[in-house]
């Protein structure tokens, strides 16, 4: 088992969409559903919100998932945070399961903050699994804010689970 750096997870549920069934008689695409416009507009209060309330500084990665809605959502927040690397990721696109937010967290073990924007119900699985928390319901919109707890059970089946706790959750009616 291969040892973490990672201490802090910031974790953003992309914005309200357009409706899935009303964007599927334009497209067989889901990955290229937009923002509505109260998403666009809640994207822009996530970002706000990121850059008063959260520790950017020290936020070493964003990673998106490769949907417009994801992207979009992330928009501003890389013009906020514009000295820190941003990526797509093919990982967490949507449906990917919790497994693709873990082969991502594997990937960035040497990091010490990350930032994801996601999907649902995969980032609840991920969260679940991190923190033991269960069925949390993340709203479109929502910030959560996971960091490392400071014991680290050895009997653990792996070093990520429950080796996180649940710091914050702020649903978008709040930003």
């Known amino acids: 088992m291969s040892s973490s750096r990672l201490e802090r997870i910031?974790?953003?549920?992309?914005?309200?969409a357009l409706d899935r069934e009303e964007f599927a008689r334009?497209?067989?695409?889901?990955?290229?559903?937009?923002?509505?416009?109260?998403?666009k507009a809640q994207s822009q209060k996530?970002?706000?919100?990121?850059?008063?309330f959260l520790d950017t500084k020290s936020i070493d990665r964003l990673i998106s998932s490769p949907a417009t809605r994801a992207l979009q959502t992330i928009k501003p927040l890389t013009k906020s945070l514009l000295h820190?690397?941003?990526e797509?990721?093919?990982?967490?696109?949507?449906?990917?399961?919790?497994?693709?937010?873990?082969?991502?967290l594997e990937q960035c073990g040497d990091l010490?903050?990350?930032?994801?924007?996601?999907?649902?119900?995969?980032?609840?699985?991920f969260v679940e699994f991190l923190t033991g928390c269960g069925a949390l319901t993340i709203k479109k919109g929502c910030v959560l804010e996971?960091?490392?707890?400071?014991?680290?059970?050895?009997?653990?089946?792996?070093?990520?689970?429950?080796a996180?706790?649940?710091?914050l959750l702020i649903d978008p009616k709040r930003l």
């Open 112 to 125: 010490q903050t990350l930032l994801i924007v996601g999907h649902q119900p995969d980032i609840g699985l």
């Open 164 to 167: 996180f706790s649940l710091s």
């Open 26 to 39: 334009q497209s067989s695409n889901d990955l290229l559903r937009p923002l509505s416009k109260k998403g």
């Open 10 to 16: 910031i974790i953003v549920r992309h914005a309200h």
């Open 84 to 86: 820190t690397p941003f």
């Open 46 to 52: 996530i970002a706000r919100f990121v850059r008063d």
């Open 146 to 162: 996971l960091v490392r707890r400071t014991s680290r059970d050895s009997d653990k089946p792996t070093m990520w689970q429950n």
């Open 88 to 104: 797509i990721s093919t990982l967490i696109a949507p449906d990917c399961g919790y497994e693709g937010y873990m082969r991502l």
